[in-house]
C-alpha cells in the first residue's frame, strides 16, 4: 500500500529547530524526485524545499540558509533540518513525489506527482514567538 508518513513537527520558540521525517511505504522512492511543502491556515499550500534523484536540492528564498532537505534512499525516507526558525514558517508540513521544480524570483515551485501517491497526514509545525 502507498503511504506516505510524516513526522518530527512540534511546538519550538524562535530561533529553534526541528527536523521532519517522511518514510515512503510502497513506492521505489529513489526513482523519484521528492519535496517538502507547508500549509498555514487561511493559505494555500506552497512548496519549501525539493531534492531529485541524484541529490541536487531546491530551496524557497523564504527558508534558504535555514533549512536544509536530504534523502536517504536506503531507508525510504526524507528528511528537513530546519532551523533559526520564525513564527512564519508555523503551518502543517507534507511530503510528496514531485515532477518538476522551478523557481521564478525565488519562490519555489513543485508540481506532485500522482500516482505514486497522494498527500500523507502531515506534521504541524507551530513557532512561537
Known amino acids: 500500500q502507498v503511504q506516505l508518513v510524516e513526522s518530527g513537527g512540534g511546538s519550538v520558540q524562535a530561533g529553534g529547530s526541528l527536523r521532519l521525517s517522511c518514510v515512503v511505504y510502497?513506492?521505489?522512492?529513489?526513482?523519484?524526485?521528492m519535496g517538502w511543502f507547508r500549509q498555514a491556515p487561511g493559505k494555500e499550500r506552497e512548496g519549501v524545499s525539493g531534492?531529485?534523484?541524484?541529490?541536487?536540492?531546491y530551496y524557497d528564498d523564504s527558508v534558504k540558509g535555514r533549512f536544509t532537505i536530504s534523502r536517504d534512499n536506503a531507508k525510504n525516507t526524507l528528511y528537513l533540518q530546519m532551523n533559526n526558525l520564525k513564527p512564519e514558517d508555523t503551518a502543517m508540513y507534507y511530503c510528496?513525489?514531485?515532477?518538476?521544480?522551478?523557481?521564478?524570483?525565488?519562490?519555489?515551485?513543485?508540481?506532485?506527482?500522482?500516482?505514486?501517491?497522494?498527500w500523507g497526514q502531515g506534521t504541524q509545525v507551530t513557532v512561537s514567538s
Open positions: 531534492i531529485d534523484r541524484r541529490g541536487g536540492t
Open positions: 510528496r513525489a514531485v515532477s518538476t521544480f522551478s523557481v521564478v524570483l525565488g519562490d519555489l515551485k513543485m508540481t506532485p506527482q500522482a500516482p505514486p501517491s497522494d
Open positions: 510502497g513506492y521505489s522512492y529513489s526513482n523519484y524526485c
